[in-house]
């Protein structure tokens, strides 16, 4: 059975730093990402990570934000520097066994169970 488990959320002051993890089981994916969604807004791409280590970044996260994965542990990772209120959000994970978009949510058929960031001015 196939599962992605977030962790690593929680309360941190603007400016602070959090480090997501997504550990994959039951099969490895070539490509994984990240997406939030905050209080009454739609769910958005955040960072993805495909074969080779290519990343991609939303534009409101790039410079702040660093993904990685690290494929022995079957895990990955997101990096969050310099974070600011409005980064305050559920962070899911997601991985798809498919080609598409990496920025469009539906093409990616594996989610995790979201964890809260909650960021404080």
């Known amino acids: 059975q196939v599962q992605l488990a977030e962790s690593g959320g929680g309360l941190v002051q603007a400016g602070g730093s959090l480090r997501l993890s997504c550990a994959a089981s039951?099969?490895?994916?070539?490509?994984m990402g990240w997406f939030r969604q905050a209080p009454g807004k739609e769910r958005e791409f955040v960072a993805a990570?495909?074969?080779?280590?290519?990343?991609y970044y939303a534009s409101s996260v790039k410079g702040r934000f660093t993904i990685s994965k690290d494929n022995a542990k079957n895990t990955m990772y997101l990096q969050m520097d310099s974070l600011k209120p409005e980064d305050t959000a559920i962070y899911y994970c997601a991985a798809m066994t498919r080609y598409s978009s990496v920025f469009d949510q539906t093409g990616y058929n594996f989610w995790g169970q979201g964890t809260q960031v909650t960021v404080s001015s």
């Open positions: 990570v495909i074969r080779l280590g290519v990343t």
């Open positions: 039951g099969r490895t994916f070539d490509t």
